[in-house]
């Protein structure tokens, strides 16, 4: 593939927060960059940049070969590097789970919704869990205000996402209901554990790191919603213990970043 191709990959849930079972997910996210060591920045605006998020983040890659950062926008003015230069600067920008709502308002405040968009033009490759997911399509079901309600995305794919399929059940019924109305466009609903890859706005893969990981595609035909369960591709889990290589300096570099990351 062309180094400078445009991808997404969108995750229903799970990934890093959810331990060593999703780690295929996460050697995936490394994958969408063509670099060996790939310069990965994290977004944890969903959830109010939690110090908890951001340590797990960069505990589950200080031993992957990347080179991980984060950005924090409630902590921008302790950041000395200018928002645009750090984020045209990676080759994968990772945005984790939350609140929707929250996330999109806070990232139109420091137009950082427009960067994004300009990132992935220019082939930085974009993923995402749960709010960090349906960011990038034109719809998705959030729980942002209490109760499951459609809400607009970025726009970036066209369809829609709902997250967190098995485990919050009561998003399906929303998403349906969405879809049957037509205030969202037809679309994917996802469990844990498993993501979708986006080439350019085209559905390349269904993919689980879990055995039970299911993704079903929503849309309406006169009238009615129906729904088509995707083939998943199982990504293989890691070995245990599978030794990775990792340069002594950037291990250095990350211990450091992790340290300052869990200090707050």
């Not at 209490?146 to 059940?169: D, M, N, T």
Request: charged share 25%; with cysteine.
């Amino acid at each position: 593939m062309s180094p400078r191709e445009r991808r997404i990959l969108a995750l229903g849930g799970g990934g890093f927060t959810a331990g060593p079972r999703d780690a295929a997910l996460d050697d995936l996210v490394l994958e969408l960059s063509p670099r060996r060591e790939p310069r990965i920045c994290f977004l944890p605006t969903a959830s109010g940049d939690p110090d908890e998020q951001v340590g797990r983040f960069y505990a589950t890659f200080a031993d992957r070969p990347c080179h991980p950062s984060h950005v924090s926008l409630f902590r921008l003015a302790d950041d000395p590097v200018p928002l645009a230069e750090r984020i045209l600067g990676q080759d994968v920008i990772y945005v984790g789970g939350g609140s929707m709502r929250n996330l999109l308002a806070i990232w139109r405040a420091h137009q950082l919704d427009a960067l994004l968009c300009s990132a992935w033009r220019r082939g930085i490759a974009l993923a995402g869990l749960s709010a960090g997911a349906m960011c990038w399509f034109a719809g998705g079901i959030t729980r942002s205000g209490g109760r499951p309600e459609p809400i607009a995305g970025l726009g970036l794919l066209a369809g829609s996402l709902s997250v967190h399929r098995s485990s919050e059940p009561e998003r399906l019924p929303a998403f349906r209901a969405a879809v049957r109305r037509g205030s969202l466009p037809a679309g994917w609903a996802l469990d844990d554990g498993v993501g979708v890859l986006f080439e350019g706005r085209r559905l390349a893969r269904a993919l689980t790191a879990r055995a039970d990981g299911r993704a079903v595609h929503v849309e309406r035909r006169k009238g009615e919603v129906v729904e088509t369960e995707l083939e998943c591709e199982r990504l293989a889990a890691p070995e245990p213990g599978e030794p990775r290589v990792v340069p002594a300096d950037v291990r250095e570099l990350r211990a450091l970043r992790y340290r300052s990351a869990l200090r707050g």
